[in-house]
């Protein structure tokens, strides 16, 4: 959510930012805030006048009685009571005004970096760079579901019987080696200096309102019916939502986190649910690195979150590329997003595994998350979050590229201590 300051000051910037987001029909909003904010502040000020002429008349009423004026204090009286009613009515008005007021505000997309390429979807997305050689073998690479079958690893069909589609059962050595790399995910960030945490799983809707727009909370969250509690789609929401109402002292920060958690997701729109496949599911689980900090600090932990994601991977031989999103793939709330793609050998394409995110103090003006300086002033912290690692989507990527033309999976030096030592899975032929 934007400062309303700006939209007063400079309307223009915030209309040209929802042009670049290809978000028209929202213009209107700009022009339909700067007018609520106007009656507002009248209203707050004749609201004030009342108070104090109140005030003002309360005070003499004392005075009359004390002079043996009861007629005219009696008058004073009246009129006091009629302020009152009067003053009622504007502070309803106040109220109305602020809802309607913030209520677009939640609407208009936050202020993109001028770095962020102008592009309408995903398709104008920009490479970045590459890193690893990406190879394609000499032999067939069958699809993932295909290898897990084939290992005894997952069971799609009786998942559906269950749940439906979007879920499914891993066991054996693929469900061993899914907990491995989240194991091996979350060592890996408390290595490099993030605290771990399991956060809780549901959240109330006032942190679901802060830490995502409308738009995104219709199309994944999932609610509990007949409770204020919603199922997280990924813990940065729980972990963002963790500093609600704080004022947090700068000499803390920056808060550097790493958090695992189940995730639920609707998957609602264009991409829809998998009939056969684990890419796009319902449940899934995630090894997320968020960072509270001074605004001044956020660009330089936006590049360090998105290169530990690299790292982590090529740590396992996935070659892996970053993408730069344009500004109509950005979430509202997003002011720079950057994917980290991994390579698949059978498809010969990369496809997303991750995503790193600085949305400003956007949710940290929603939520009123603030830092307070050595001299006692306030002002608002940034937020940043990243995704380390999130199977099983990320075991489509491992299998491909650590399969083995005999049909065993490597297992990279790395996650041997989390599988028991094992240097393959899977039996020749």
């Known amino acids: 959510m934007l400062d309303i300051n700006l939209i007063r000051t400079n309307p223009d910037l915030v209309r040209e930012n929802i042009r670049k987001k290809f978000q028209d029909a929202k213009l209107s909003l700009v022009d339909e805030v700067i007018a609520l904010d106007k ?23 004392g005075g009359l009685m004390a002079k043996g004026q009861k007629e005219e204090a009696e008058n004073t009286k009246k009129q006091v009571a009629a302020l009152a009613d009067e003053l009622e009515a504007l502070e309803k008005r106040e109220e109305e005004l602020q809802a309607e007021i913030r ?37 067939e690479i069958p699809y993932h579901v295909d290898i897990m079958e084939r290992l005894n690893g997952i069971d799609l069909d009786s998942a559906r019987k269950t749940s439906g589609n979007g879920f ?86 920056p808060r550097t986190l790493t958090s695992y958690s189940p995730c639920f997701r609707k998957e609602v729109g264009a991409h829809g649910i998998e009939e056969r496949g684990v890419y796009r599911i319902h449940q899934f689980e995630k090894q997320e690195m968020i960072v509270v900090c001074k605004p001044e600090d956020s660009p330089m932990w936006f590049d360090r979150l998105w290169q530990n994601t690299v790292d982590f991977f090529r740590s396992m031989d996935i070659p892996v590329r970053t993408l730069e999103c344009c500004s109509g793939d950005l979430a509202d709330l997003k002011v720079k997003s950057v994917d980290v793609e991994a390579w698949s050998p059978r498809q010969q394409k990369y496809f997303e595994v991750g995503s790193c995110s600085n949305l400003g103090d956007a ?43 005999d049909g065993r999976v490597r297992i990279p030096e790395v996650l041997r201590p989390y599988m028991g030592g094992k240097e393959f899975i899977g039996q020749v032929g």
């Open 103 to 139: 209520r677009r505000m939640l609407v208009i997309p936050n202020i993109i970096d001028p770095s962020v390429p102008i592009g309408k979807d995903d398709s104008e997305n920009v490479e970045v760079q590459r890193f690893g050689e990406p190879k394609v073998p000499d032999w």
């Open 39 to 61: 009656e507002n502040r009248e209203t707050m000020q004749k609201a004030d006048g009342l108070r104090n002429q109140r005030k003002t008349l309360s005070k003499q009423i």
């Open 363 to 405: 949710q940290a003006r929603r939520l009123q998350i603030r830092v307070r300086d050595k001299d006692g002033r306030k002002y608002l912290a940034h937020t940043l979050n990243n995704t380390c690692v999130a199977p099983p989507r990320m075991l489509i990527a491992f299998l491909e590229n650590n399969l083995l033309p």
């Open 168 to 253: 499914y059962y891993l066991m054996g050595d693929i469900a061993r080696l899914h907990s491995a790399i989240l194991s091996y995910g979350r060592d890996f960030m408390i290595d490099r200096g993030f605290t771990y945490v399991i956060p809780p799983y549901m959240i109330h809707g006032n942190v679901v309102s802060g830490v995502m727009s409308f738009a995104e909370m219709e199309g994944m969250m999932y609610k509990i019916e007949g409770e204020d509690l919603y199922l997280i789609g990924t813990s940065e929401h729980s972990m963002i939502g963790k500093f609600i109402d704080s004022i947090l002292d700068e000499d803390t920060l």
